[in-house]
């Protein structure tokens, strides 16, 4: 079968061609719940931010979506006292499934500079300083998303709490109910997960939880939340809930695996010799630690034994601004780790 990628980069990113004189760059966060945006200044360097309401288009539509995106992006503008003109590039990086009618409502109300690029790229930004490399986000859903020599790119995952979501903070939910059913009918093994996941879910028993999984029925983010009582338990020594964390991590590694074949990243074709890269780890579920990025380690570097797994301590934002740099070929004058504090600074005072 021929595959092509699932989300690739602009030409603007994967051929970037050097801009002289720039001093302004813009990134934008767009997301189910709020947007984000940044502008840097990149002799300042200074930070001024802009914020709207959700602008994934699967949540509000295209139109809402885009109205916030340009609201948040007129706001930050403002704020750096700047013309819209004067900005070097700006990249707008938007959560979810599908960008096209994004790209064309932006394409239409502003100019070339403006791209358009989905979340999964901005993350890749953040976990690499957009170099070779890979991000694997795992928050209430999952994805990964990685770009090897020669700009080859490559996602699995991504496809939803129905479809997918493997090894998410939504897939641990589920499956640690699953797991509670199993004790309660004894099907499976024992598991404190039959205590907890009533109690945090404020129902008297399993099978009332079940009940108002359906009738209710629970959100998404509300099931995902669980996910740190999973860790908790499976720090205590429940062995199913360690076996969860060691079945996320199985999951997630196919799926990098995948990105890790198709970019060229461990070798051979389409990169050629195998390189050292950055795996970085995104997102929320991964807060458990050890439990579940160790195995999850281990099983990367099985596959890619070059490859470099760490957390990534970056704001979305920030590369929505790696990316607008990169498109004009400012990257040599951002810096990550300063980056990342100017952000971090930024955002506290807008508290």
Request: aromatic letters at 4%; glycine letters at 14%.
């Amino acid at each position: 079968m021929h595959r092509d990628p699932l989300v690739e980069l602009p030409a603007a990113l994967s051929r970037p061609k050097t801009a002289a004189g720039v001093r302004y760059l813009m990134g934008v966060d767009g997301g189910a719940t709020k947007t984000l945006a940044a502008v840097l200044d990149l002799d300042g360097p200074e930070l001024h931010v802009g914020h709207a309401g959700p602008s994934n288009e699967d949540a509000v539509g295209a139109e809402a979506a885009v109205h916030a995106l340009l609201g948040a992006a007129s706001q930050a503008i403002e704020r750096a006292g700047i013309d819209a003109g004067e900005l070097g590039s700006a990249v707008l990086a938007v959560a979810g499934t599908d960008t096209a009618s994004i790209v064309r409502h932006v394409r239409a109300a502003r100019p070339e500079q403006w791209l358009v690029v989905n979340d999964v790229v901005g993350a890749w930004a953040t976990a690499t300083g957009t170099g070779p490399g890979i991000a694997v986000i795992s928050g209430t859903g999952s994805n990964v998303f990685g770009v090897g020599p020669g700009a080859h790119a490559w996602r699995a995952g991504g496809w939803g709490h129905i479809l997918g979501d493997e090894g998410s903070g939504y897939w641990l939910g589920v499956e640690s109910i699953k797991a509670a059913l199993r004790d309660r009918e004894a099907s499976g093994p024992p598991t404190a997960l039959s205590e907890a996941a009533p109690a945090f879910f404020g129902v008297a028993s399993v099978e009332a939880l079940a009940s108002l999984v359906y009738s209710r029925p629970l959100t998404k983010g509300e099931v995902a939340a669980f996910a740190t009582e999973i860790a908790k338990i499976a720090e205590a020594g429940d062995a199913v809930a360690r076996d969860l964390f060691r079945r996320a991590a199985a999951e997630l590694s196919g799926q990098i695996g995948a990105v890790i074949e198709h970019t060229g990243l461990a070798g051979g074709p389409p990169g050629g010799a195998a390189v050292a890269f950055p795996v970085g780890l995104i997102g929320s579920a991964f807060k458990a630690g050890p439990m579940f990025v160790g195995p999850l380690t281990d099983a990367i570097q099985a596959r890619a034994p070059l490859a470099r797994v760490g957390t990534v301590e970056m704001a979305p934002v920030g590369g929505s601004l790696l990316l607008a740099a990169r498109a004009c070929g400012a990257d040599a004058r951002i810096d990550a780790t300063a980056l990342t504090a100017l952000i971090e600074r930024a955002l506290a005072i807008e508290g």
